[in-house]
Structures are given as structure tokens and as C-alpha cells.
């Protein structure tokens, strides 16, 4: 699908400030993240012969939540509306355009459909309906975001609660931050339907503010914003370093904190990492209950693939446990990546009528793995970690056990399980420890940063020097 080039509107908005309005960009771009996450849910067959030149972008339809799209015959419509296609689809339009969405396709005499009309009305997004496939059943709980669990639930349960108002869950793309701000939103809905929520996501926060502005619709707008009981906003960080939209979430913020309203706010960063915020926005945001959602570790991302699995109706086959073992060990990304690759491997046993196997997953998903196998190795932790302690890599994985060397050694275990999501057993073979020893080093250093400054401060600084060099 090709797009008309950028259309810029400049207008004057409050206080003289000029706002420029890249129109079509976003729709641009999130289009071709969906196409390319098509490509990576579907083997290159059903690819190349039902998607690629065949499905266009019709209409993105923000309020109603739909995405509108086009194929040229009745017979890839029913294909591509068929349970083996349309999950995907769907799954790959919510990676694309950061909300779940649903989709339409037409064909070539199909009209395109009216848009839902885009002044700002208090109804329009008022119990925007949320996917119940992103439920809190369905979040699979592990180590790395048992916390945000946690208080996601908490918040749930009693919206407006001070403590936990705003609650701000912050991890990289693909971990699970916007399944558990849907998961807020349908629980309340479901118990508390006296309430009003509003969930949107940080850019259309952004395109409501400017479209208001344009159309001298500002009552409308704080009256939309400002009205409700819980406010979801995903995806915080795009508002970075656009003046008038940073002011106006202060002063939304401020008028739902003084009515004792909930406020979730997700992001890719901590406010602290912003870039553009006020110091009295960044200290809002903070004000209230700070949650990490850190890389899923091996057990939760088999986790995640049994329970995908059921949710889709994949039969236990023989090989299916060292298919979903393979995957989760071999992929150091995210959870859209972790079941694109899932997806992937069963589409290839279902044409080729093959069992599921490590050995086809690995035939599948060489290249892929290839591309995504980023990041520090076990074998870089221990040369940094070494490194900073002034010790060599074979003390590192030496019998000896004083505290010089003990807590080095157990420093690398946490690092090498949080930022590779090795296994227990494979660190195990890797430190050439038993596996209870190297569990005991991960909790040890784990649970131990609350209370020691000193710790908390060397790992930050290691597992940073591996992020940025590795």
C-alpha cells in the first residue's frame, strides 16, 4: 500500500504556539509495522499468496477501534477471515499500532466507510470496549512482572486508592505493559460498571489535543479527559517533547489527583527518562506507584506458549515440549516475537502435515534467531563482571567460595538470567554449578538490592555497561 507523502497542517493554537501536524505519517508507518508482523505470524506461502500485494490499507477508524482493509477477491476474504488468519491479523494490527483493534476486510466494490465522526464527545471513548483475550487469567506471571501483576490487580479492584494512583508500569516494547492496562480496564468494567474509564493511547492523546485545538473544541476535550474515573493512557512517552500536549497532561493529571480519580500510565522508559517533561509533570508521574516489567526469564516464556497454545486450540503433540523449550531458550526478544516464532513452526507442521519438532523448529527459525540473538552473552557478563571485581573469568566459575569471589560469581548468575533468559539448568552447565547453587545466586542478589544501596548501585552499573556495549 502505498501512501500520499506527508500532509502538514500549521495552525495557531493557545498562546501563539505553532503545532505541526504530520497527518498521515503515523498511519504510514503503523500500517508497515503491521505488515511486517503479518509477515513474521504467516509461513512465506500463505505470505506470498493471500497478503503480499493482495491486502491494502483501507481506513484506520481510531474511536471505533477498527482497522478497515482491502482484498481483491471473495476468496482471499474467506481465507483471511478464517480462524487460522484472522488471529494473526488481529495480533499483528495491535504490534502495529500499539491497541488491540478490530479488523474489516472489504472488497473491491465494498464503499469505504464512514469514519466515526471526530469531535470530541464524552461518550465516544467512555467504556471503549477492551479485548477480553487481554484479561489478568490470561497474563502469565513470572518473576520479571509478578510486581506489576500485582498492583495492575490492586488497582482493579479499587480504582482511585491514593497509594496506587497513578500506577506507572514501565518495560521494553513487547513485555506486557499494554495486556495488563487492558486487563485493568475490562476488570473494571466487568465489577465496577458504575465507572467511567477512558483508555487511549499516548499518541491519540496528541491527535485529540490538536484536532480540539483546530476545531476550537477545548471545553469538549478537558471535559472528555477530565470527567472520568479511570484514565488509561498507553504509551506515555510519545507526548515526549511536544510543549502544549506535556502541559495539558499536567493539568489533566492535576484535575483528576484532586478528585481522587485513577490514573495508569504506561511507557518504554521511566519518567526520569523522558525526554521533555516538565520536572512537575516528571514528579507526578512518579508520585505514586512505580512498577518494571523486566525480559521474561525461560520458565515464563514456556509459560506463555502453553498457555497460547490452549487459548488457540494446538494439540499436545510428542514433540511439542521441546518445540515450546527450543523457542523459549532461543528467543531473547519479546512476547510478540516469542509466539510469531510459535506461530511460525505450527504453521510450517500444519502444510507440510509434520509433527512438531525441535528439529523443525530449529530448521524454521535458523535465519530469524540469527537476526534477533542481540545482546550480552553469558560469556560477555562474566568477562564485565570480572572485569569490575578485578578477578579472572575462571575464578568466576572456580570451586572457591569466599565472599570475593562468591558474590562476583553470584552478580554474573543474576545478570546472566535477567538479560539472556538462560535457563537455570543451562547456567548451571555454564558456571558448572548444580542448579540449586545457581538458583540460591540469583535470589541471593535478587531479593538482596532493597536493602543494600551498595549492590543495587554495582548492578545497575554492570547490567548498563552491558546494555549499551553489547
Not at 88 to 102: D, F, M, R
Not at 186 to 199: F, T
Not at 298 to 316: D, F, M, N, Q, R
Not at 372 to 393: C, L, N, T, W
Amino acid at each position: 500500500m502505498k501512501f500520499p507523502g506527508k500532509r502538514v497542517f500549521r495552525l495557531r493554537g493557545e498562546r501563539n504556539h505553532d503545532i505541526i501536524y504530520y497527518a498521515m505519517k503515523q498511519n504510514s508507518e503503523s500500517w508497515e509495522k503491521t505488515l511486517s508482523a503479518i509477515e513474521k505470524a504467516l509461513n512465506i506461502r500463505d505470505f506470498s499468496t493471500w497478503v503480499d500485494n493482495r491486502l491494502t490499507f483501507v481506513q484506520y477508524d481510531r474511536h471505533s477501534g477498527t482497522l478497515f482493509l482491502r482484498v481483491d477477491s471473495d476468496i482471499a476474504k474467506a481465507h483471511l477471515e478464517s480462524p487460522k488468519f484472522i488471529g494473526k491479523i488481529e495480533a499483528a494490527a495491535a504490534t502495529g499500532y500499539g491497541v488491540p483493534l478490530k479488523i474489516r476486510i472489504l472488497l473491491p466494490g465494498d464503499p469505504t466507510p464512514k469514519k466515526t465522526p471526530k469531535e470530541i464527545s464524552v461518550s465516544s471513548d467512555i467504556g471503549k470496549l477492551f479485548n477480553p483475550r487481554f484479561s489478568f487469567d490470561n497474563f502469565i506471571v513470572g518473576d520479571n512482572s509478578r510486581f506489576a501483576a500485582m498492583a495492575a490487580q490492586k488497582v482493579a479492584e479499587a480504582p482511585g486508592d491514593p497509594k496506587r494512583s497513578p500506577l506507572f508500569i514501565y518495560g521494553k516494547t513487547g513485555l506486557g505493559k499494554t495486556h495488563l492496562m487492558n486487563a485493568i480496564g475490562l476488570y473494571i468494567l466487568q465489577n465496577s460498571p458504575g465507572l467511567e474509564v477512558l483508555s487511549v493511547s499516548g499518541e491519540e492523546f496528541v491527535d485529540d489535543y490538536v484536532n480540539a485545538s483546530m476545531q476550537k473544541r477545548m471545553t469538549s476535550f478537558k471535559k472528555k479527559y477530565r470527567s472520568v474515573d479511570v484514565l488509561l493512557v498507553d504509551d506515555i512517552q510519545f507526548i515526549s517533547e511536544k510543549e502544549k500536549s506535556i502541559e495539558e497532561v499536567f493539568y489533566t493529571f492535576e484535575a483528576l489527583y484532586g478528585l481522587g480519580k485513577q490514573m495508569v500510565f504506561t511507557s518504554d522508559r521511566t519518567p526520569d527518562e523522558i525526554l521533555g517533561l516538565h520536572e512537575r509533570l516528571r514528579s507526578r508521574l512518579s508520585s505514586g506507584l512505580m512498577a518494571d516489567i523486566k525480559p521474561y526469564p525461560y520458565e515464563t516464556k514456556v509459560g506463555i506458549l502453553k498457555h497460547y497454545a490452549v487459548l488457540e486450540g494446538i494439540k499436545h503433540s510428542e514433540g511439542f515440549s521441546e518445540t515450546i523449550s527450543y523457542i523459549a531458550e532461543n528467543t531473547k526478544t519479546n512476547v510478540r516475537d516469542l509466539i510469531s516464532s510459535f506461530n511460525k513452526v505450527v504453521a510450517e507442521a500444519e502444510i507440510w502435515n509434520k509433527e512438531l519438532t525441535k528439529h523443525l523448529a530449529r530448521d524454521v527459525l535458523k535465519d530469524i534467531l540469527k537476526l534477533r540473538d542481540e545482546g550480552p552473552s553469558a560469556k560477555d557478563v562474566k568477562k564485565v563482571v570480572a572485569v569490575h571485581y578485578g578477578i579472572s573469568m575462571a575464578a568466576i566459575d572456580s570451586e572457591e567460595r569466599s565472599r570475593s569471589l562468591s558474590r562476583p560469581r553470584q552478580i554474573a548468575m543474576f545478570l546472566c538470567r535477567e538479560l539472556t533468559g538462560i535457563s537455570f539448568p543451562k547456567l548451571a552447565d555454564l558456571f558448572k554449578k548444580d542448579n540449586a547453587t545457581v538458583q540460591y545466586g540469583y535470589k541471593k542478589i535478587r531479593d538482596e538490592p532493597e536493602t543494600n544501596d551498595d549492590l543495587n548501585t554495582i548492578v545497575t552499573l554492570l547490567r548498563e555497561k552491558l546494555l549499551k556495549e553489547y
